[in-house]
């Protein structure tokens, strides 16, 4: 079996930010996270320091919506991660991403159109789990067949694909 790659429209990322509604976090040094209240909630992280000279979203001051009904805005919020939330709240929610895997033997190309040839795993719809499920999944068939397989991983951010190759392999 095979799966041509889709091509993915562009997202607003301060359009994704401003949809949804948010956890407030606040840590002891004063730093507030947003979390999704969703599902998968890894994959809607935000962090303000409330330094007036933050520039993530390009300094853009984003609306955000919270869970108890109040709203707060913030200028030049970060798209944060599960791994710095973890680190500086201790809440784990780094098995919370949204993502599709497809892994097979090969690739071939043919202008801008990509397929996947000789498809050993593919997800029936996105999963919530951890954001690198993928490479894992991949790394357990590039280990049986003790040859590089090809691993195509798509998520809310975006898409990547490229080989991974078992233990010990030698390029």
């Known amino acids: 079996m095979d799966y041509k790659l889709e091509h993915q429209q562009m997202t607003c990322g301060s359009s994704e930010a401003e949809s949804r509604k948010y956890i407030p976090l606040i840590t002891k040094e004063g730093y507030l996270w947003l979390v999704a209240d969703q599902p998968n909630m890894g994959d809607?992280?935000?962090f303000c320091s409330f330094?007036?000279?933050s520039d993530g979203f390009g300094g853009r001051t984003l609306?955000?919506?919270l869970v108890d009904g109040t709203s707060i805005d913030l200028p030049g919020p970060w798209h944060g991660n599960t791994d710095s939330l973890f680190h500086d709240t201790g809440i784990d929610i780094r098995d919370t991403h949204l993502t599709f895997v497809v892994v097979a033997k090969d690739r071939k190309h043919e202008g801008w159109q990509c397929t996947y040839t000789d498809v050993l795993y593919k997800d029936d719809e996105p999963k919530?789990?951890?954001?690198d499920r993928g490479e894992a999944i991949a790394k357990e068939w590039a280990n049986k067949l003790k040859q590089p397989v090809m691993?195509?991983?798509?998520s809310q951010g975006g898409s990547s694909?490229?080989?991974v190759y078992p233990d010990g392999w030698k390029k």
């Open 151 to 154: 691993c195509y991983r798509q």
């Open 51 to 53: 330094d007036p000279k």
């Open 63 to 65: 609306h955000f919506e």
């Open 128 to 131: 919530v789990g951890l954001f």
């Open 161 to 163: 694909d490229g080989p």
């Open 44 to 46: 809607n992280v935000y």
